[in-house]
């Protein structure tokens, strides 16, 4: 692994390109073999997942609409599928529905480390792509791994959340350099979509505080298709604003930590394997990842605190990130407001835990469902719930080493004889590092749970069997991985939605 270090640079130092991030990653993505078996292996798991929460997700209403805009705009030939679509549609707008369609449940795979982000958001343009070029399915494989290796990497050396920026600017960059391998396209041109795409896809976090919008499932599938754009016009011979992160009028000097920026971004050698797949993690339950374990945990504590109205206070000791983005400490009065909207209580932990400790379950519709968000019981016991950051979970949340990370907190519950009930937990029992790590098995357990009857138990195995087949499917094959759902079902709800322009 060779670290680089990136800064700003005045324009009259005339940065050459090859010491420019936006080269290096690109270099990284074009140098891209085929994948070794586990880094392939997950690659499998991430389609499945991603396949699992998108179908879940096909009646919700900001689904429903990215999907009826990119009906909307039908290829020439062949394009791409649609999840609950029966046509093919202009590739960029399959990234577009499709990636709302996998991030709108928030429930596929996360990467935390200097900033967080969810690498499965690449998948959807690739594959869109993949199916329009005639490319096959071992070459999505080798974009798939490109894309996580981009992605983990500027991940762990750039923080974006500190500046307030959303986390899908590191999304782009990686989506244009998946593409770039998946198509084993030049050096130059990967390079210039990459800038271009980072350009294009920089925004502010409003998009996750306050009352959180549909926005969030929408801006990873803007940034999926921002980068199929930016491909295409690189493709074409179309040059970029450069260098894009450390020119003194760029992303560093101007978005993140100004003049003085000074990153390290790790990235393997030309040589190297690309494993940082292997590095990222999925999610057992539909909610922020920081709030995995916390729901693990309210399930074990359970049985502990007895009748819950004797709670009279929960203070849960977790990681700066925790408390700030997802707990008391981003002074959101949305994250305890009962009318909340599904995306921002996704978003508060104090909500996500006292329905866990409630229920000693948590399932991705009823647990956010507006009667069970109004329960007098449940608003009570939520409004006791508070969060504060420990220097220690701090700490373990940035460990260098990924098997001491740690993502969880500690629980104190004081009832109201002073009885006081504590339980800590590090990490999510679906973690790699977890009780219960998520296997093949688990993954396709998790497409037939939430695909149950919208896909029919036929369909579920040609999916399943076309997935795990995944380096061995022509270009022909590549439309399996959209099992097939009901979809005048689909078609019904979708045409009781407004018309747009398109």
């Not at 959807?124 to 993949?130: F, G, I, S, T, Y």
């Not at 920026?165 to 998946?182: I, S």
């Not at 050096?187 to 306050?210: D, F, L, P």
């Not at 992160?245 to 920026?261: C, K, Q, R, V």
Request: glycine fraction near 6%; include cysteine.
């Amino acid at each position: 692994m060779i670290e680089h270090h990136v800064r700003v640079h005045p324009s009259a130092d005339r940065l050459p390109r090859e010491e420019q991030l936006a080269w290096k990653l690109a270099a990284v993505a074009t140098a891209t073999g085929e994948p070794d078996a586990d880094p392939a292996a997950m690659a499998v798991n991430r389609v499945i997942d991603n396949a699992s929460v998108a179908v879940a997700s096909l009646p919700r209403r900001s689904v429903a609409v990215a999907r009826a805009q990119a009906t909307a705009h039908g290829a020439a030939a062949p394009g791409g599928s649609v999840f609950g679509g029966s046509t093919r549609v202009s590739p960029e707008w399959a990234a577009w529905a499709n990636g709302t369609a996998v991030r709108e449940l928030d429930f596929h795979d996360t990467y935390l480390a200097a900033d967080y982000s969810h690498p499965g958001d690449n998948i959807p343009p690739l594959l869109a792509v993949a199916q329009h070029t005639g490319r096959t399915g071992a070459d999505l494989l080798r974009g798939i791994v490109a894309a996580y290796e981009i992605h983990v990497a500027l991940v762990k050396g750039i923080c974006l959340h500190a500046h307030r920026v959303d986390h899908v600017a590191h999304l782009g960059a990686a989506t244009a350099g998946g593409l770039g391998a998946l198509l084993r396209l030049p050096t130059e041109t990967v390079y210039q979509a990459i800038q271009q795409a980072v350009h294009t896809t920089t925004a502010t976090r409003q998009s996750r505080k306050g009352e959180i919008s549909s926005w969030k499932a929408y801006a990873p599938a803007f940034a999926g298709k921002a980068a199929v754009e930016a491909v295409d016009r690189a493709m074409r011979g179309e040059t970029s604003p450069s260098p894009v992160y450390e020119g003194e009028d760029g992303f560093l000097a101007w978005m993140l930590d100004g003049p003085e920026s000074d990153y390290t971004v790790p990235l393997p050698g030309p040589d190297e394997p690309r494993r940082a797949i292997l590095d990222t993690y999925t999610k057992e339950h539909s909610a922020e990842y920081q709030a995995q374990a916390v729901i693990d945990l309210a399930r074990r504590l359970r049985d502990r605190t007895g009748p819950l109205e004797k709670v009279c206070s929960v203070v849960l000791r977790t990681s700066h990130h925790t408390h700030h983005v997802i707990g008391s400490g981003a002074n959101d009065p949305q994250k305890y407001d009962p009318t909340a909207t599904r995306e921002t209580l996704d978003h508060s932990v104090s909500y996500i835990f006292a329905v866990a400790l409630e229920d000693g379950a948590w399932h991705h519709e009823r647990s956010y469902a507006a009667d069970r968000a109004r329960r007098p019981g449940t608003v009570g016991l939520w409004r006791k719930i508070s969060t504060v950051e420990d220097p220690e979970w701090t700490r373990r949340y940035h460990d260098p080493d990924p098997a001491r990370r740690a993502f969880g907190g500690r629980a104190v519950i004081t009832l109201h004889d002073g009885t006081v009930i504590e339980d800590e937990l590090a990490v999510a029992d679906a973690h790699p590092a977890g009780a219960r790590p998520f296997d093949r098995p688990a993954y396709a357990d998790k497409f037939r749970t939430l695909t149950e009857g919208i896909v029919a138990p036929a369909a579920q195995h040609a999916f399943l069997d076309a997935a795990e087949h995944l380096a061995e499917l022509t270009a022909a094959d590549l439309d399996r991985l959209f099992p097939a759902v009901d979809t005048d079902a689909v078609a019904a709800f979708d045409a009781r939605l407004p018309k747009g322009l398109f």
